[in-house]
């Protein structure tokens, strides 16, 4: 009995991990199985009932056994309307060469010319995270006008540069009528992820695209406004979002929205507060007393961590356009994204002549 009861574990193991079952959905079926054996050698003058659930156990991890089987060689594709952990939720315009490379034909980020101009940075009567503020002078470049999306980053995957997006870990901070669009920013990112981006489309295109520093963030997201917010100095839900857990808030919708769903700042730029917080170049110190009066990124803080500026859907509430937090290159938050930049030098006849 005991070793038709391995063969059995065994078995239930071996289909587990080909068919993409986690061992953990039988871990609670096997710890019954594992306290009847115990039960059974060490309480004798219950053998009769230890026989019992030993059966019972063994009918069981057959009935998994099956069940598995059937679901690998019957049911591979997701039911409409459902969500699969490894289905990738929409098509990508690739093929495949016969030597097996891709041929991606990869989408370029839609750009905004930002002129370059001065700006006073931080907040002169905020907290020392925000302080001081000094005026800053940036250079004219091309901005990304939306957050890099599913679709666009899922390119990178399928060319098996970039690592996948967790689709699992969004659905699992979602209400079950939501599904994703490939038009929903891509979402959490770790800065090393972002980089890997940024480094591939920039070879696969011959640009030299780049995350932008915390002061060029800062300048375009604020389009020539001294306020807090580019819309005015107060908070408004119908203008992002951003802002979880209001009652009545349009911008409270607890997912992440398709880029463009929200009205752009000034300089045509959409989702800078909201959706997903944007990744920068530089690395975290807690006030600007280090930072220069350029466009310059910060490498002199602690470049474990880096900036993320504009706040998310999921974590932010009550976001400003100076306000900043440090995130581990390593780690990231669910409503984490990028947005690309690409200085003026860069410009080309595949992009259009300055808007502004």
Request: net charge negative; hydrophobic share 40%; charged share 20%.
């Amino acid at each position: 009995m005991l070793k038709s009861l391995l063969i059995i574990i065994v078995i239930i193991i071996g289909v587990s991990a080909s068919t993409g079952n986690s061992i953990l959905d039988i871990r609670e079926h096997y710890k019954v199985l594992w306290r009847t054996v115990t039960f059974s050698f060490f309480r004798s003058k219950y053998k009769t009932l230890a026989k019992v659930f030993l059966a019972y156990a063994a009918l069981l991890m057959w009935f998994l056994v099956f069940s598995s089987l059937y679901r690998s060689f019957f049911q591979h594709e997701c039911a409409p309307g459902s969500y699969c952990a490894e289905a990738v939720p929409f098509s990508l315009t690739t093929e495949m060469t016969q030597d097996h490379e891709f041929a991606v034909t990869f989408i370029e980020p839609d750009v905004v010319f930002v002129e370059g101009g001065t700006y006073v940075r931080g907040d002169c009567s905020g907290s020392q995270l925000v302080q001081p503020c000094r005026q800053v002078r940036i250079g004219g470049l091309y901005v990304s006008k939306f957050e890099l999306t599913v679709r666009e980053y899922q390119q990178c995957v399928s060319a098996g540069v970039c690592s996948a997006l967790d689709f699992g870990l969004l659905m699992s901070k979602v209400n079950d009528e939501w599904s994703i669009s490939p038009k929903a920013p891509a979402f959490g990112l770790s800065w090393i992820q972002a980089e890997a981006y940024v480094n591939w489309i920039s070879e696969v295109s011959g640009k030299s695209w780049r995350l932008p520093s915390e002061s060029e963030w800062e300048y375009f997201a604020r389009a020539g406004s001294d306020s807090s917010y580019y819309w005015g100095p107060f908070d408004d839900c119908t203008r992002a979002n951003t802002l979880v857990g209001r009652d009545g808030c349009s911008g409270a919708i607890g997912a992440p929205s398709p880029v463009g769903s929200f009205e752009p700042n000034a300089w045509g730029l959409y989702d800078i507060l909201g959706n997903v917080s944007e990744l920068t170049l530089d690395c975290w110190v807690r006030s600007y007393s280090s930072h220069g009066d350029t466009a310059e990124p910060n490498l002199s803080g602690d470049c474990s961590k880096r900036v993320k500026r504009g706040g998310g859907w999921h974590y932010s509430t009550g976001i400003k356009v100076m306000s900043r937090w440090p995130m581990p290159v390593d780690r990231s938050q669910i409503d984490d994204g990028l947005r690309l930049v690409l200085d003026a030098s860069e410009v080309s006849n595949s992009i259009t002549e300055p808007t502004r």
